[in-house]
């Protein structure tokens, strides 16, 4: 691509001004008004958006050769929709010049196919793109193309996928190419170790048992996977801290994290965590609550001062136990379909007091169970196995039971 700011008469070329050819001296500066201001060859681009982005206008003063026609091109390129701009004088008369902005745009997109991938694949990475015929072939749209198809494939383990993207003229449309593009998976990428550091409470082996996916490969198992995936490394790291916080661990974090290949097939994981102080449970209140008393709660919530701090316990006693013994259920089983509670917790030293701040609402009852879809099954059979009936307050379980 070419970078050019040509005023012909700054550059001392013969101009033409009312059948006469003046020779500019480059070294003597001269002042002109713009008199006309014309674009040449935009296909697309809107040419008043072409002046605009120059800066000039019709009656402006010049200096020439001066620095203000090459800050209108440096304008128009800064707005990378073009792969040559200049500025040409097209006619003089005396104290007035008529300026000439021609430009050349970047081609558009008239259509792309893949090579080296499966079908299945490529319809896949059609929907991802989303490369859309007549869109403008830029710097940008080809970086968001490889980089698209690098993070699919890497999150199927495959680390060092890349594209090779060619752009051939088409006749289709005008000033359009077609983009090919070359896609190297490369191998699947295997683990050789997963390194822990600043683990004491659990040890090696528990941090890499909660690490379900991302396995280092082991003599004694040589069918167990060992590949590389990043979308499930992710959700790994977020298991480790689970692990962590199940212990009484409300803190604990990952510092920091790193990969790194140690030949073309494999690569070293390095986790570095910072495990925090155990933590237990102490005062528990509520507030809000009318319907309950605030034992019938705690007997529920079944945590008692001292035990061991919990996140994934509290969570399922708070809401949604698929047992159904859990503080939610007990409300939505009886018409509180709003009801919403806010577990507050204040750390206290080593220990976690929890304020649960409970809004109950105001009871539902169901005013009418419409059946849709049947078209083999009869209403009043499906009716019969439905334990909501018209009238009845809410209730979470017997919704449940008649989805099953």
């Not at 490529?122 to 490889?146: C, H, I, W």
């Not at 790994?236 to 801290?241: A, G, M, R, S, T």
């Not at 030949?263 to 009318?290: P, W």
């Amino acid at each position: 691509m070419k970078f050019r700011s040509l005023v012909v008469m700054a550059l001392g070329l013969g101009l033409r001004a009312q059948a006469q050819t003046p020779v500019m001296d480059p070294a003597l500066a001269r002042d002109y008004e713009i008199g006309g201001l014309t674009v040449s060859g935009t296909t697309t681009v809107d040419v008043n958006a072409v002046m605009l982005f120059s800066g000039l206008k019709v009656g402006q003063n010049v200096t020439l050769p001066g620095p203000r026609i090459a800050d209108a091109v440096r304008n128009i390129w800064a707005q990378k929709l073009f792969t040559d701009v200049r500025v040409e004088a097209a006619e003089i008369r005396g104290g007035t010049i008529f300026l000439n902005i021609v430009v050349t745009e970047k081609p558009r997109l008239s259509r792309f196919k893949f090579d080296g991938i499966t079908k299945s694949d490529a319809d896949k990475l059609r929907e991802q793109l989303q490369l859309v015929r007549g869109q403008q072939v830029n710097e940008a749209l080809l970086s968001n193309t490889r980089s698209t198809i690098s993070r699919y494939y890497v999150d199927k383990g495959f680390m060092k996928a890349d594209a090779v993207i060619t752009q051939v003229n088409d006749t289709l449309m005008d000033n359009s190419v077609m983009l090919l593009i070359d896609v190297r998976k490369g191998k699947k990428v295997h683990i050789k170790d997963v390194r822990i550091n600043g683990n004491e409470a659990l040890s090696d082996a528990k941090v890499r048992r909660s690490l379900k996916k991302t396995r280092r490969k082991n003599w004694y198992n040589p069918f167990g996977s060992s590949k590389f995936i990043a979308k499930t490394y992710r959700v790994d790291k977020e298991n480790l801290i689970s692990e962590y916080n199940e212990k009484g661990y409300r803190n604990a974090t990952i510092v920091r994290d790193t990969t790194y290949f140690v030949n073309n097939r494999k690569l070293m994981v390095e986790i570095d965590v910072e495990e925090g102080n155990k933590f237990y449970f102490r005062e528990i209140y509520f507030t809000g609550n009318t319907k309950h008393t605030d034992r019938e709660l705690l007997d529920i919530l079944n945590i008692k001062r001292g035990d061991v701090y919990n996140k994934t316990v509290l969570d399922s006693r708070m809401y949604m136990n698929q047992s159904g013994r859990d503080i939610s259920s007990l409300y939505m089983d009886d018409g509180y379909l709003s009801f919403y509670p806010e577990v507050v917790e204040v750390a206290v030293g080593d220990s976690i007091d929890l304020d649960i701040r409970i809004r109950e609402g105001k009871q539902y009852r169901v005013r009418n169970v419409i059946i849709k879809g049947n078209t083999k099954t009869n209403e009043h059979v499906i009716r019969r196995e439905i334990r909501t009936k018209p009238g009845q307050l809410f209730n979470r379980s017997d919704v449940l039971r008649t989805q099953r």
